[in-house]
Nanobody
């Protein structure tokens, strides 16, 4: 019912910046919460950021606070993740996520029922 298409992934040097975008299509009116997760091989997918439909409140993982900023444009059905001061530890596959199940942001993977393609963001040293 909802399709999420990500763009903006690619190689970036340590200390640099990158913006990931997530364009939603389909039954977007039921998409209450959007978020970003990242995953490295051998690990569970982990929470990065999430925002409610209103955009009034954004939650961030402690590891990215002060460096990453998430925004949401409901008019254009786009969510963005602005990543600044990138570190090699940020190297991961980043997934855009959306939930039609909950109205409030959450850190659990199970709260989201729609996912993007997950482009990789390699951060060089």
């Amino acid at each position: 019912q909802v399709q999420l298409v990500e763009s903006g992934g690619g190689l970036v040097q340590s200390g640099g910046s990158l913006r990931l975008s997530c364009a939603a299509s389909g039954r977007t009116f039921s998409m209450y919460v959007m978020g970003w997760f990242r995953q490295t091989p051998g690990k569970e997918r982990e929470f990065v950021a999430a925002i409610r439909w209103s955009g009034g409140t954004t939650d961030y993982a402690d590891s990215v606070k002060g460096r990453f900023t998430m925004s949401r444009d409901n008019t254009n059905n786009v969510a963005n993740l602005h990543m600044n001061s990138l570190k090699p530890e940020d190297t991961d596959v980043y997934y855009c996520a959306a939930s039609s199940l909950y109205w409030e942001p959450g850190t659990q993977v199970g709260r989201y029922n729609y996912w993007g393609q997950g482009p990789r963001v390699p951060v060089s040293t």
